[in-house]
């Protein structure tokens, strides 16, 4: 049997970054979680000593800092600098940029409109760098009553749909004598999903790893099993059955978003002894 | 009866700013006609010694050229002014406006594409201020096969509507990492029809003054129609009938981009006179 893992999948480029990141940086904390994943923070304090620090006044002068893939807010950043603690960025350069755009543009006098959610905190982030404030939309309505100046900057949310982030642009457009529409969307979620659909239409079983409750894995599940509905969605390795492989020719194999290569790793090595 | 003006009809702004200009300037030469509109160019001429010169290489040294509304090519205005012509710039002030866009984006570095017809003169003129060039489209289609930077600026003929504006920023967005979009659309032609819209709602009699070709003027009658079945398109006062008004209450009066007020006025005092 063949075993075949999807063009893209699990950790997306900035996650692995800042892993790679917290792996180079051994007795460092993180400040917040640096991913949403908690079996990939404990193998990081076991094996790197990259302990968790959840409020940032408890590091100490000396201290080293690695700053999260979803940015912190720009006030904290330097709070942590003046305090004397060692900073180590692991933002996402695709978050890293609308902060910049958000700064750059409120202080070019742009109204700075973005497009994602209040409470998440790359949002939290993004909107701390515009120096004159930004106001934070999740659709048309929310701008209806409000007057905004001649020149719009606008700046999506990273994991946002185009579809959507196109609602807003063609609000503001007619509106307004300049709208600069930044594109700061990631493809990355996006591409693990167009992955999946291509592998589940030539393999004729498709292993999904990722959390039960992680809502980007049932999606990349619920595609799969649309055209291959001998799919399978586990956490690990300890829930394959050996049963699903008898006379299969194509495994397709795909993870989701929070999924560390390490478990995917664990996964083919036991299809590969069950099938042996 | 009542006679009543629309709230918006006939010239635009750009274009009475244009004649006052002329009017101001006796003795002077338009480089190619003012405006679209012969009978006006013949009352400029007659009282006000302004020609017209359609080869701008026939201006001479201490001559007075008035540019147009819809602008010229940049290279031709620096011919005029090198040569020793005196320029008076009657250029739309929503001409100039995405000239210098042009110029300004074009020297940024972003990729200048213009929504528009490349044969109108506004569109030449724009289009020869991007200083490294600009691409025309009048839609998504011609974009298809382009290869463009990641920075686009995004400019639309003056007269154009914004829909199909909207066409080519949606297609541009979601494919670069900046778009942006200039709202150069001049709502001239759009207030005129909402105007006699609203107008022709309230008014049992309508008369639409204009040119019996204006492609305007036609949309104005045809808009005038469907709320007042008793409208009248004329050129002139000549056309007028008494029998139109009888038993009327409210007249309706409108003209068509390319209707002077000394033609519009002439109406209105016929239409007063029939009625008495």
Same mark, same amino acid.
Request: glycine content about 6%.
């Given at each position: 049997?063949? $075993?075949e893992?999807a063009?893209n999948y *699990?950790?997306?480029? /900035?996650? !692995?970054r800042? $892993? ?7 007795n ?6 640096? &991913?949403?994943?908690? !079996?990939?923070?404990a =193998?990081?304090d ?19 800092? &690695? %700053? =999260?893939t979803h940015?912190?807010? !720009? ?13 180590v960025?692991? @933002? ?5 940029k609308?902060?910049?755009? #958000? ?8 109204? %700075? ?5 209040e409470a998440?905190p790359?949002?939290k *982030?993004?909107k701390? +760098? #515009? ?5 934070? %939309? @999740? ?6 009553n409000?007057k905004?100046?001649? =020149?719009?900057?606008?700046? #999506?949310q990273?994991?946002r749909? %185009? ?7 063609? +609000?503001?457009?007619? =509106? ?10 990631c493809?990355? @979620?996006?591409?693990n999903?167009?992955?999946?659909? !291509?592998?589940?239409?030539?393999a004729?079983i498709i292993?999904?790893? *990722? ?5 980007? @894995?049932?999606?990349?599940f ?10 399978h969605?586990?956490e690990d ?18 993870? /989701? ?6 478990? &995917? ?9 069950? $099938?042996n």
């Amino acid at each position: 049997m063949k $075993i075949e893992l999807a063009e893209n999948y *699990g950790f997306c480029f /900035g996650v !692995k970054r800042a $892993i790679k990141i917290a792996e180079e940086n051994t007795n460092a904390a993180t400040y917040g979680p640096l &991913i949403h994943n908690s !079996k990939e923070i404990a =193998r990081l304090d076991n094996d790197f000593k990259v302990s968790l620090i959840e409020d940032f006044k408890a590091f100490q002068p000396g201290d080293k800092a &690695i %700053v =999260r893939t979803h940015g912190i807010v !720009k006030e904290e950043l330097e709070d942590l600098e003046q305090s004397g603690v060692e900073v180590v960025d692991a @933002t996402c350069p695709f978050v890293t940029k609308p902060q910049e755009i #958000a700064q750059e543009m409120s202080e070019e006098g742009y109204d %700075v409109v973005i497009f994602g959610d209040e409470a998440h905190p790359e949002i939290k *982030g993004v909107k701390s +760098y #515009a120096t004159y404030g930004a106001r934070v %939309v @999740t659709s048309v309505e929310e701008l209806e009553n409000v007057k905004l100046h001649e =020149r719009i900057a606008l700046i #999506a949310q990273t994991t946002r749909k %185009v579809e959507e982030y196109m609602q807003i642009a063609n +609000y503001l457009i007619p =509106r307004h004598k300049e709208v600069r529409v930044f594109n700061t969307i990631c493809n990355a @979620t996006f591409e693990n999903q167009d992955a999946v659909r !291509k592998l589940s239409k030539k393999a004729d079983i498709i292993i999904v790893i *990722g959390g039960k409750n992680s809502s980007n @894995t049932k999606q990349l599940f619920s595609i799969a099993k649309e055209n291959c509905p001998n799919s399978h969605h586990i956490e690990d390795e300890n829930e394959l059955e050996s049963e699903w492989f008898r006379d299969k020719k194509h495994c397709g194999v795909t993870a /989701g978003a929070s999924t560390p290569d390490w478990i &995917i790793q664990n996964v083919i090595n036991s299809i590969e002894k069950s $099938i042996n």
